[in-house]
C-alpha cells in the first residue's frame, strides 16, 4: 500500500488541538509500518478477514437493461453485497484491525446515520474490542434500527446533545472522547475525511474497490472502462472506486454529489439545501483538514441537506477536492428527486435496491452525455436500500416520483 503525503496541495494536513497531536503521531507512525510497509503481517490478516468476515472480492455486474437504456456497456461494482450491505466495513475492518495491531483497547467512532456506526460496531465484535459510538440525538430518533444494530453487536451508543445533534457535533464529540483517551483508545473516522493520516488511511482501506473492479473489468471486458462514477458525501466509497484509476488518464472520474432541492446557499437563514461541497464549496477547515466546505460569507459551516443522510455532510475529502481542482476528478450533482427516480429505476430494472446516497450515482447516468460515459461505464453500488425503505415510501408519497410504484399498499404496513 502506498506511502502518505500530509497534504493534497493546499488540501488536507493536521488542523487539530495541541492535546491530539501525540495520537495522530501515533496513528501515522502505526500506518507507516502496519498498513504500508506490512509490518507483522497485518495487509495479509486484513486481507483474508476481509475475504472470510467481509465476504469479498464482490462481483462486477453487468447491468444489461441500463447497458441497454445509456447504449453503453454499464458494470455495477457491488458493495452493497458487501457484509453490513455497504462499502464502510472495508474501512472499519481495517481501522480496527490496526487499533489491535497498535495495541489499543477501546474504540471510539462517530456516527450519522448510523451505518458507519454499524460497520464498526460489526469491525469490533468480530475482533473483541470494546466500541461506543457517538451519535446526534436527532439522528438517535430518525435512525431506530442501526441504533439497535449497534448494541446487538455490543457497542454503547452515546447521545450527543450539542448543536442541531447531529454528525457534525457526533465527529467533534468523539474527537474530544479521543484527545483525554488516546494511549488505550483508537477513533475510527468513517469517511476520507479528518487530520492527516485518516483521508489517506480510509483511502487505502477503501482502494479494494477499484483494485478488483480493474482486475474483473479487464478479465471481463479487457482493457479499461471508460468512465466510473460514484457518489460523495465524504467521498470514501468514491476514492475507493476511483483510486486506482487515478493515473489512468483514459478513464474518466465523476463524483456525484447531493443537489438537494437546489444548489447554493441561503445567506439568510444560513442553510444549504444540498451537500454539493465539491461543486460549489468554498476553502476552509473543518475537522482537521483544509477542504471544500459548505458556508456562508463569514466562514461559518453551514447546515446542508440531502434526501440521503449519508450524503448529508457540509464537508468532503481532502484528496478528492484536490483531484477536483487539478481536473482529475469532474464533480456533478443529482437533485433529490433525481435520486429518487433512480431509486426506483435501479430497482425495477435490474432487481438491485440501492441505497439511496448509491441513487445518485444511478440517476446521473440519465444526465451524463454519450462522450462522458464512453463505451463502458463502472457504477459504484455503495450500499443497498433496505435502511431506506420507509423513508423512500415517505418521500415517494410526497412528491411526483414518475417511474414509483403506488406506494399506497405499502404504508399502512410499514409505520
Ligand atoms: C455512508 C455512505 C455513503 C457516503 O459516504 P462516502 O464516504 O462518501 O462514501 C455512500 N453510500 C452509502 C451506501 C453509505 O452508507
Known amino acids: ?25 501515533e496513528l501515522d507512525d502505526a500506518y507507516q509500518r502496519y498498513v504500508v510497509e506490512n509490518e507483522d503481517g497485518f495487509v495479509d490478516e486484513f ?18 437493461r441500463l447497458s441497454e437504456r445509456y447504449g453503453t456497456d454499464v458494470l455495477l461494482k457491488r458493495e452493497d453485497l458487501l457484509h453490513g450491505g455497504a462499502h464502510k466495513l472495508n474501512n472499519a475492518l481495517g481501522q480496527v484491525l490496526l487499533a489491535k495491531y497498535m495495541g489499543k483497547e477501546r474504540i471510539v467512532a462517530e456516527t450519522g446515520a448510523g451505518q458507519h456506526g454499524t460497520a464498526t460496531a460489526m469491525a469490533a465484535a468480530h475482533l473483541d474490542m470494546p466500541c461506543e459510538i457517538y451519535m446526534g440525538e436527532r439522528d438517535i430518533n430518525r435512525q431506530r434500527p442501526n441504533v439497535f444494530r449497534m448494541r446487538l453487536n455490543g457497542a454503547e451508543v ?21 484527545a483525554t483517551t488516546v494511549e488505550t483508545t483508537h477513533y475510527v473516522i468513517g469517511s476520507v475525511v479528518g487530520p492527516h493520516p485518516f483521508p489517506t488511511m480510509v483511502r487505502e ?11 474483473q473489468f479487464d478479465e471481463q471486458v479487457g482493457g479499461l472502462p471508460d468512465s466510473v462514477v460514484a457518489c ?12 486506482e484509476f487515478v493515473s489512468d488518464d483514459s478513464v474518466d472520474l465523476y463524483a456525484v454529489e447531493a443537489g438537494g432541492s437546489s444548489l447554493g446557499v441561503d445567506e439568510e437563514t444560513g442553510v444549504a439545501p444540498n451537500s454539493a461541497s465539491l461543486s460549489t464549496g468554498t476553502e476552509g477547515v473543518l475537522h482537521g483538514a483544509r ?13 446542508s441537506h440531502s434526501v440521503s443522510s449519508g450524503l448529508d455532510y457540509a464537508g468532503v475529502g481532502p484528496e478528492l477536492a484536490y483531484l477536483v481542482d487539478e481536473g482529475r476528478v469532474t464533480p456533478v450533482t443529482v437533485d433529490d428527486d433525481a435520486a ?52 423512500v415510501v415517505e418521500e415517494t408519497e410526497n412528491r ?6 403506488d406506494m399506497d399498499v405499502f404504508s399502512g404496513g410499514m409505520r
Not at 232 to 243: H, L, P
Not at 400 to 405: H, K, M, Y
Request: charged share 25%.
Open 205 to 215: 482501506f477503501q482502494s479494494v474497490i477499484s483494485e478488483e473492479a480493474r482486475r
Open 400 to 405: 411526483e416520483v414518475p417511474n414509483a410504484p
Open 47 to 64: 486481507r483474508e478477514r476481509l475475504r472470510d468476515f467481509g465476504g469479498r472480492p464482490t462481483p462486477l455486474q453487468r447491468a444489461d
Open 340 to 391: 429518487l427516480e433512480g431509486f426506483h429505476r435501479l430497482s425495477q430494472t435490474e432487481g438491485i435496491i440501492p441505497a439511496l446516497e448509491t441513487a445518485h450515482a444511478v440517476a446521473w447516468l440519465e444526465d451524463a452525455t454519450p462522450e462522458q460515459l464512453g463505451d463502458s461505464v463502472v457504477v459504484c453500488v455503495s450500499g443497498r436500500g433496505d435502511k431506506d425503505l420507509e423513508s
Open 1 to 25: 500500500m502506498s506511502d502518505a503525503p500530509s497534504k493534497f496541495g493546499e488540501y488536507g494536513g493536521q488542523y487539530v488541538p495541541e492535546a491530539l497531536m501525540p495520537a495522530i503521531e
Open 232 to 243: 460523495a458525501g465524504g467521498g470514501s466509497n468514491t476514492m475507493g472506486a476511483f483510486a
Open 158 to 178: 452515546n447521545p450527543v446533545s450539542t448543536g442541531r445533534g447531529t454528525l457534525k457535533e457526533a465527529i467533534s464529540e468523539t474527537m474530544r472522547d479521543w
Open 291 to 303: 477542504t471544500k466546505l459548505l458556508q456562508d460569507r463569514d466562514g461559518q459551516i453551514v447546515e
